[in-house]
Nanobody, 126 residues
Framework: QVQLQESGGGSVQAGGSVRLSCAAS????????VAWFRQTLGKERGFVAG????????YADDSVKGRFTMSRDSAKNTALLQMNNLTVEDTAVYLC???????????????????WGQGTQVTVSS
């Protein structure tokens, strides 16, 4: 099965942009639906955006719709999360997750994803 590694996190001012990458290795990445979740201390992981294995279907949570866009680059075995117009409330650890069962339908529940990356911190300051 694939392994995931996130990158691209860091500190940014409110209103700025960050692009996160989720690099996959060890398997056929297109066989997996992929999603980004985020988590802050003491809170459960929350769904941010997901994309189907083919890359044709993408869905973003209402809290980020219009600001965040997810895509995937099959040639590079990566999934990207472009985050624009960031607010302080977007500060969190962002985690990439993959599911071979849910590669056609985007699932917002973290429990269906069997593979997780380590996460990358995004800090937005006012």
């Amino acid at each position: 099965q694939v392994q995931l590694q996130e990158s691209g996190g860091g500190s940014v001012q409110a209103g700025g942009s960050v692009r996160l990458s989720c690099a996959a290795s060890g398997g056929t990445f297109s066989n997996y639906g992929v999603a980004w979740f985020r988590q802050t201390l003491g809170k459960e992981r929350g769904f941010v955006a997901g994309i189907s294995g083919s890359g044709l279907t993408m869905y973003a949570d209402d809290s980020v719709k219009g600001r965040f866009t997810m895509s995937r680059d099959s040639a590079k075995n990566t999934a990207l999360l472009q985050m624009n117009n960031l607010t302080v409330e977007d500060t969190a650890v962002y985690l990439c997750a993959a599911s071979i069962r849910f590669r056609f339908v985007i699932a917002p529940s973290p429990s269906v994803y069997e593979i997780w990356g380590q996460g990358t911190q995004v800090t937005v300051s006012s």
